[in-house]
């Protein structure tokens, strides 16, 4: 491994990768191909798994543990309540504990970024990368890849009520999606899974694992990087700690941060990069004043129609509980659609509120929030978790379009195909009809989708972070590719996109002037 201890000379990296998530796995496997390059991977979590990680159906027990950094937002302003906005700590990330639901967003989102001064980031840009990651058989192979490292389909044989779920769509006027996951279609279908033969498939597993034997790829974990080298407008490397020790890592070509929408951000306001008064404020000393740094911080807000099941309803280790999701739009005047309708064959709901043990779940989520919130330092020391303020909902339209949904749901939830499974309703209830008890009743169980993005957003305008080349503004040899450059929020789960980005970054990295 070529790192050496803080104060000597060494040899030094052609890349380092910090975070071995999702996008770091991808990273690390794509630039060591070239046997020429030295790959350095840093993760601040551990090396091992857990057994949970495997088994599909365990997801849930997986956000609050050992494999998460189990992180609370600031209390919303919106709501008066915070809520977990998990995120990934290990080998593979996020793509390691979330609930395995690989679909891309509708293609009008991405073609967004490239009217956004993202030139070059629309869906037809991004597809060649979306094919490339992933081994879709059966599918258009002018749309879909095949030969990719994640082998995706959807769940054969469906839950028995998600299917009634589909149904029930249909019966309210919703068309079947030919491809939910594709990007160019709206309706209702069941979504691809990174499940292969009854077990997760991560970003590790996927992409890591097959380059592991590279000698030209050194990984080192329980690595927490707390301070970039920046000199001369230059990144030449990054301090991290290491078995209680400060070691210093040489990069003789570019630093590239795969940290997530949160990590990302906050190791660039530790190393002094971002809005200068803030850094001022938790004592940083400003090397770059770059405002757009932890701006911008946006993500799906989540709400729940909860049913008791009129029958028992379980779901076998091998289903992530999410099987099927819709793509609509709250009001049919939009140009695109703004909500995902999420099917689950469990009762869904925070511990704190009182639900059903036996169930199932239709939820709803906006797809296109407008508030927007931020990642700031509570401290200069980087084991200090940051502030996370999504700012959930100040944006009275995002509120207006998830009571739309919950409309939308309950119109599904009362459909004939539904009626073998349907027990009451459990919540919101009955009692909560009119649309200002559906309001109280979102504000009170308000959930993250856990799908944070945007905290260095790709554009040329002030507030962005990054350029079109993910290069970090003004500071030569460093780059981001990770959800953090979204310059706004698919209208999916966010993994698919990330896995594209990286990707794409690995590309534009190997090519490099």
């Known amino acids: 491994m070529a790192t050496t201890r803080q104060g000597t000379a060494g040899p030094e990296h052609d890349f380092i990768v910090v975070g071995a998530g999702t996008a770091g796995c991808v990273l690390a496997a794509r630039l060591s191909e070239d046997e020429g ?7 601040a979590g551990g090396s091992g798994t857990l057994s949970a990680q495997s088994v599909p159906a365990l997801w849930p027990t997986l956000l609050q543990g050992p494999a998460s950094w189990g992180e609370f937002t600031a209390e919303q302003a919106a709501t008066g309540t915070a809520t977990l906005l998990p995120r990934g700590r290990g080998l593979g990330g996020s793509s390691a504990i979330n609930a395995m639901v690989f679909a891309r967003g509708h293609r009008s989102g991405y073609d967004r970024w490239a009217g956004e001064a993202a ?12 094919k490339r990651s992933e081994n879709a058989p059966g599918r258009d192979r002018a749309l879909r890849g095949t030969g990719g490292p994640l082998t995706v389909a959807p769940a054969a044989p469906a839950h028995p009520v998600i299917e009634a779920c589909l149904e029930a769509a249909a019966q ?3 068309p079947r999606a030919a491809d939910i996951s594709g990007g160019l279609d709206e309706g209702f279908g069941l979504t691809d899974l ?3 033969d009854g077990r997760r498939q991560s970003a590790a597993d996927a992409y890591r ?5 590279r ?5 080192v974990t329980d690595a927490v990087v707390h301070r970039l080298r920046i000199t001369g407008g230059r990144c030449h490397g990054v301090k991290f700690r290491s078995g209680g020790e400060t070691v210093t890592a040489h990069c003789a070509g570019e630093v590239v941060l ?4 949160i990590g990302t951000a906050q190791l660039l306001l530790l190393s002094g990069v971002g809005p200068h008064s803030h850094l001022t404020d938790v004592g940083v000393e400003t090397v770059l004043d770059l405002p757009g740094v932890g701006s911008a911080l946006h993500d799906h807000p989540i709400a729940s129609v909860v049913f008791g099941g009129a029958r028992p309803i379980s779901a076998p280790e091998s289903s992530n509980l999410g099987e099927a999701i819709g793509l609509v739009r709250s009001d049919p005047l939009l140009d695109a659609p703004d909500l995902q309708i999420l099917f689950v064959d469990a009762p869904t709901h925070l511990p704190s509120i009182k639900g059903p043990e036996n169930g199932y779940t239709i939820s709803v989520a906006l797809m ?3 508030s927007r919130g931020t990642v700031r330092l509570a401290s200069a020391a980087a084991d200090v978790p940051p502030v996370l303020d999504p700012n959930f909902y100040a944006d009275e339209r995002d509120m207006a379009a998830v009571v739309a949904g919950v409309r939308l749901v309950r119109e599904i939830g009362a459909a004939p195909a539904l009626a073998p499974w349907r027990g009451e309703e459990a919540l919101p209830g009955p009692g909560s009809r009119d649309d200002e008890a559906v309001r109280a009743y979102v504000r009170r169980t308000l959930a993250s989708y856990c799908h944070p993005v945007g905290t260095c957003r790709m554009g040329e305008d002030p507030g962005c972070v990054v350029g079109p080349d993910l290069r970090v503004h003004g500071v030569e040899g460093l780059r981001v590719a990770d959800a953090s450059v979204f310059p706004s929020i698919p209208s999916a789960n966010t993994v698919a996109t990330v896995y594209a980005v990286a990707e794409r970054a690995a590309d534009l990295l190997r090519t490099r002037a």
């Open 119 to 130: 030139k070059g980031w629309g869906f037809d840009d991004l597809l060649p990368y979306f």
């Open 215 to 219: 000698p030209n790829l050194s990984v």
């Open 258 to 261: 795969a940290a997530g929408t």
């Open 368 to 370: 296109r929030p407008r």
């Open 194 to 196: 990174n499940i292969v």
């Open 172 to 174: 309210t006027g919703h």
């Open 37 to 43: 390059a030295r790959v350095l991977l840093l993760e």
């Open 209 to 213: 694992a097959p380059a592991l034997r």
